[in-house]
């Protein structure tokens, strides 16, 4: 199982599941293999963990689950909630911040304002 | 040869982790490692390579086993086994026992005065099955609900015996009795009904002989819960969860 700089990682697959999902219905396998392919492989999730994430989403209310049999394989699809959307655009909101608010340490910048 | 992902089942089974949230995992896993196994055979791996492959992507047991620890609620048996296998099952027995007393005096009342003539026949068949099923199989369904809850989430608990043994005892002090007294000299016999069973000995009712009738068939039934125990142990422990 890979992992990717696990000490900046906290808070970072919730992201992006939240965002994928924002798009449409998706299940682990496919959203493993999305966050791999629009990172670059830079961010890749622990293959058999990320139902971890998804099922602690789920219990708050952020996803929905439903199985669905395509192509003769059952499947169990996970779709965004409005809470979830409403949790999305604060962690976005957060994470926008915080980039900036480093990017700027990183490029010798002046002060930024508070997260 | 052993599904995937078998022991991870049984380390949160018994670490316990609600049987359904386990349950949904590992299939979700199973399913993750068959795509995995597909896409590596499309790369050109043989069947071999791409399954090891496709398993080592998934991540060990132990990671696995470790990430839902984190995150996934205990089940009530795990967290309160003493609410789950001491409380509630005798709390349910009072509670059917009570309703089922309740209906059957209430219906049984009216029509049982000696100046009627006692229960009328056609009453005799409904009185005969409500107080066989308390006497006989309420407490052995309440005892296999705790032991099905036990094996199924792997729950090895002090507070199960228990259950099970107040069970054994109050599902045989409590019920819907029919005591018929059979008619000797002196004692014209009868029928009555109580909550408690009564056993008649020379025309009287003897406390010892009920306690000895009470105490030997709770002890029956423990007996039993005990052998069909250890008898479905080990095959809960091999089954799906």
Redesign the interface.
Known sequence: MRSTNPNFMAGVPELMILRLLQDRPMYGYEIVEAIRAQTGDVVSLGEGVIYTVLHTLEREGALKSHRRTVERRSRVYYTLTAAGKKRYGDLAQSWTALAEAIQSVIKGGSRVPAI | MSQPFEKVREDLLRAGIAPR?VR??V???R??L???TERERKAGLDAAAASQRAR?????DS??TQ??L????RALAARAPWAVFGLLPLVALIAVVAAIDYSMFRLLTPVNVPAQGGVPATYLGVIAAVSFITSYLLGPAIAAGCLFISLRQRVASLWLWIGVAVVALASNLFGFHMNVQAPIAGHPGGTSFSALPVVYVDGHVSAAATLAMVALRAVILFVIAAVAYRALRARFTSSAA
């Open positions: 949230h949904r995992y299939i979700e896993l399913e993750h068959a795509d995995l080592e992507l998934v991540g060990t990671q696995l990430a839902m984190q995150k996934a609620p």
